[in-house]
């Protein structure tokens, strides 16, 4: 069964940091880009950030450039969110997603809606940002 896991959420003070992972089962992530998104109560689902099979290229939205880190481990068939100086706008649930097709970060990824286009998704994860 084809399937990502995200965990890693929580509760957190502004400023914070937070470690996001997603675990794939039954099917090798090494192939295939891996998105990061996430949507907030009331708001449209957002592509947060993106990295291609290989790790070499990658992709932030602005809201988050600088301040997010996204990373792979292929031998542990997972990907990463490194979430730093977190801020209350950062509230969402996160989703990791891949339409298992492509080794490249494209517009699925990044573009408004885009994420409709995406086949494989995980349950998400609740990350809360406040004092």
């Known amino acids: 069964q084809v399937q990502l896991v995200e965990s890693g959420g929580g509760l957190v003070q502004p400023g914070g940091s937070l470690r996001l992972s997603c675990a794939a089962s039954?099917?090798?992530?090494?192939?295939?880009?891996i998105g990061w998104f996430r949507q907030a109560p009331g708001k449209e689902r957002e592509g947060v950030s993106c990295?291609?099979?290989?790790?070499?290229?990658?992709y932030y939205a602005d809201s988050v450039k600088g301040r997010f880190t996204i990373s792979r481990d292929n031998a542990k068939n997972t990907v990463y969110l490194q979430m730093n100086s977190l801020k209350p706008d950062d509230t969402a649930v996160y989703y990791c997603?891949?339409?298992?097709?492509?080794?490249?970060?494209?517009?699925?990824?990044?573009?408004?809606?885009?994420?409709?286009?995406?086949?494989?998704w995980g349950q998400g994860t609740t990350v809360t940002v406040s004092s």
């Open positions: 990295i291609s099979s290989s790790g070499g290229n990658t």
């Open positions: 997603a891949t339409d298992m097709l492509s080794e490249y970060c494209g517009r699925y990824y990044w573009a408004r809606g885009g994420y409709r286009y995406l086949a494989t």
């Open positions: 039954g099917f090798t992530l090494d192939y295939y880009a």
